[in-house]
């Protein structure tokens, strides 16, 4: 089987973090972006994987390297020499996805869930219909559009845009199978998957909905980056996975904490509920850490507050600050001691050496 992952552009919603890596290499939960996807594909069957970009490929090549050696497959780089949307890139990759007659996967690089994608493959295998559409329910369906399904059946009738009334909570998690077929319905131009081709297979009555079990969410901005760590954490969790650092650690509050084994935390520090600290990471003694990140070799030093907030990579916040309300820390940022941070987004290299009280994006 094959796949294209729909990384795009600059990543700007998740600045500062993206000025420093492209978005799909972003650690989540101490591990980038695509990884999470890619073995997820690899274990469905997947054996040729296209990213379709049109941002700093040079980056990720060497990287991706290795995950090809790791995992004994093919990765592919079709580079964008303008955007085409959601639906172009798969016309730019049609030599790979067309290489034979097995389906295809399709998704958007900021989507997190637990990628049940052998079940996915298997219902599309089943139904026989040319495209599947990976849906999730949501409790606010006005806010989104809304996969509307035939009457006790898998087939998509419809979509609506924002309903004002109710119609359905399912809506489109920018996950895809897709027969190879589909590629004659698509011309290399930008092109819409969502408003341009889905409605097309539709009104043949050849695209199907597959229900999402558990949790979704879109982390390409702060906000959600962190609403999903919490969720993936919860996650792990009810899998009882190994990756959890042992909760009989006295510095352990409330559960749901990943801390990898390289960083050192200072036994009188209290982390949790729902925190990630990433290798090589310094937590002092004292430091309070509640629903945040902590990046590749942060270091926080003694009584830090940190609630709500992604600190970047080699960053540091001083003793005795406070750091809250989705602020986030580029690579190299310095914290100076005794400061309040409210909302800042930091970018690069910065050193702060007074206290943010507003929400700001800090040059």
């Known amino acids: 089987m094959k796949a294209l992952i729909l990384v795009g552009g600059f990543g700007t919603r998740l600045r500062p973090l993206t000025l420093t890596l492209p978005k ?4 989540f939960c101490n591990k980038a972006m695509i990884l999470h996807q890619i073995e997820a594909l690899v274990k469905a ?5 296209v990213l379709a970009v049109n941002y700093r490929p040079e980056v990720m090549v060497a990287m991706l390297k290795e995950t090809e050696e790791q995992f004994g497959i093919k990765i592919t780089f079709s580079v964008e020499s303008e955007p085409l949307g959601t639906a172009g890139p798969l016309a730019l990759a049609r030599e790979v996805l067309k290489k034979d007659d097995s389906p295809f996967f399709v998704l958007n690089s900021d989507v997190t869930c637990s990628y049940p994608f ?5 219902f599309h295998l089943a139904h026989g219909g040319e495209g599947t ?3 999730t329910k949501v409790a606010e369906p006005s806010a989104y559009g809304v996969v ?3 009457p006790n059946s898998s087939v998509i009738d419809r979509f609506v845009e924002k309903p004002v009334e109710f119609v359905g909570n399912r809506i ?11 590629l004659d319905r698509i011309e290399l131009k930008p092109t819409s998957i969502e408003k341009e081709i889905f409605p097309l297979i539709a009104a043949e009555q050849q695209l199907h909905a597959f229900d999402l079990q558990g949790f979704w969410m879109d982390i390409g901005q702060p906000k ?3 609403t999903g760590t919490c969720l993936y954490l919860s996650h792990l969790t009810s899998q009882q996975s190994n990756l959890l650092s042992d909760p009989t650690k006295p510095y352990i509050q409330g559960g749901n904490v990943l801390i990898d084994p390289t960083a050192e935390v200072d036994p009188t520090a209290l982390i949790g509920p729902n925190v990630v600290i990433g290798p090589g990471c310094k937590i002092g003694a004292g430091v309070r850490l509640q629903r945040c990140v902590v990046m590749a070799n942060a270091t926080v030093k003694e009584h830090a507050w940190i609630m709500s907030s992604i600190i970047g ?5 001083g003793r005795w600050a406070r750091v809250e309300n989705i602020t986030v820390l580029g690579d190299d940022v310095a914290i100076k001691d005794e400061l309040y941070i409210n909302g800042a987004s930091v970018l690069p290299h910065k050193s702060i050496s007074s206290s943010i009280t507003e929400p700001r994006i800090v040059m």
């Open 224 to 226: 959600d980056y962190l």
């Open 172 to 182: 489109n998690a920018g996950i895809y199978l897709f027969n190879p077929s589909v």
């Open 118 to 122: 052998e079940e996915f493959r298997d």
């Open 45 to 49: 069957g997947v054996k040729d994987i």
């Open 313 to 317: 990579w080699n960053s540091s916040v």
């Open 133 to 135: 559409i990976m849906v």
């Open 148 to 150: 509307v399904q035939k």
């Open 24 to 27: 799909p290499l972003v650690e």
